[in-house]
């Protein structure tokens, strides 16, 4: 039993030592791997190894200068970074190395103007000349006319500070990039009427990229569906107004003359028509180069336009039944011209339903409105030359004394007042007084 004990004692002691000289070991390997040096941190990160803290120092200066040189002002830097001199087993950085590293990640700063756009910093030059310099470039850019007023849209300040060396621009590389604008998503919402070309159209872009963008979306497009849109929205906006002056023709206009002594239906050009001309003025805006806008502000009639005159005629040819009148309602004849019941039957009677409408057979000035006796209701319309004609027994007048009406205008509706036996319209014609047959005219 003790010599089993006394084994186990003597395993565990080869152990232990075996660990032991494992440990030292390691400790000595990485006493020989490991150098003093200065590390540079950036974020707490350390990125780069010297061995002495001077070659650091010698690098921030070599670039410091370079900038300085090429910039034509003064360079500084301002401290994003930390050395510590530590151990450490990463390899030394060289010199090239250091360079590059320290000229990506160190903070470079030069006195110089940042160009604001509603409030966000857009752009970075090294003075302010520069800054302007952009500013009129790109109003010279979108000026389509010389005598023209250009503004930018948005809000443009010029602020004098400390800037980046590596965010600064060219005025060329500004101005690519606000011609290049900036990529955004734009969600369009199907209204009435829309249509793919139509959406295409109003945000510049194509049916295809629509499509493109939307592979689940038909031609036919559901009101209130989400169409996504991809545009390019330009980081400023110029815009440009101007005046320009156009020789227009001013289109002639046709009047008509009512003419007695022509037939109704008949029409006589007795004018021909002749085109004008004038000098308009207009207001002219566009953006970024693109007209939006005109707006006539002046004109100058240079030529008067001649009109075209037609006469039409109002006069009532009775002597056939082509003569112009047409009829004032539709419906049978239910009772004719001439004696009935022993006395004289004046016109005719159509018999047509009650309410329908009556319209004027020719062309006149409503002289009664009223009711009279057996007629009821009654209408009299003056049509020159001695002419007139009566509608009666209606149920509503549709027109008032002395309005001028034109043929086939509404008058009344079918009724049955006064001595009516039924619904039905009882129509005259009067010549100098004198009541005529109705058929033989209509």
Partial sequence: MEDNVNKIWKHRY????????????????????????????????????????????????????KKSTKLGQAVEIKKNYEIQKQK??????????????????????????????????????????????FINKLKDKYSINSNGEVNIIQDVKIINEEVKVKSINSVKEALQLVVKGEAKQKIHVVEKNDTLWGIARNHNTTVEKIKELNPELSDILQLGAK?????????????????INNEET???????????????????????????????????????????????????????AKPRIINKGTKLMFSSRSGGLIWPVTGPISSGFGMRWGKMHSGIDIAAQYGKSVCATAPGEVTR?????????????????????????????GVNIGQKISQGQFLGKVGETGHATGPHLHFEIRINGVAKNPLNYL
């Fill in 14 to 65: 080869k152990v232990g030592g075996t660990i032991a000289v494992f440990i030292v070991a390691l400790f000595f390997f990485f006493g020989l791997h490991t150098n003093e040096v200065y590390a540079v941190s950036f974020n707490d990160e350390a990125i780069a190894f010297v061995t002495q803290k001077e070659a650091i120092e010698d690098a921030l200066q070599t670039l410091k200068e």
């Fill in 88 to 133: 450490s087993s990463s390899p030394v950085t060289s010199k090239e190395d250091l360079l590059k590293i320290l000229d990506e990640e160190v903070n470079f700063i030069t006195r110089g103007a940042a160009v604001k756009i509603d409030g966000e910093e857009k752009f970075y030059f090294k003075n302010d000349e520069l800054a302007d310099s």
């Fill in 227 to 243: 169409v996504v849109i991809s545009s390019t929205e330009p980081l400023l906006n110029v815009q440009c107004t101007y005046e």
């Fill in 250 to 304: 001013i289109p002639f206009k046709t009047k008509y003359k009512m003419d007695s002594n022509l037939a109704v239906g008949k029409r006589q050009v007795i004018q021909q028509g002749k085109q004008g001309k004038k000098k308009v003025t207009y207001q002219v805006m566009a953006e970024n180069g693109d007209v939006v806008g005109k707006e006539s502000i002046n004109e100058v009639v240079l030529q008067p």
């Fill in 369 to 397: 409105v009223e009711w009279l006796s057996g007629y009821g209701r009654l209408i009299e319309v003056n049509h020159g030359n001695g002419i007139r004609t009566r509608y009666a027994h209606l149920s509503a007048f």
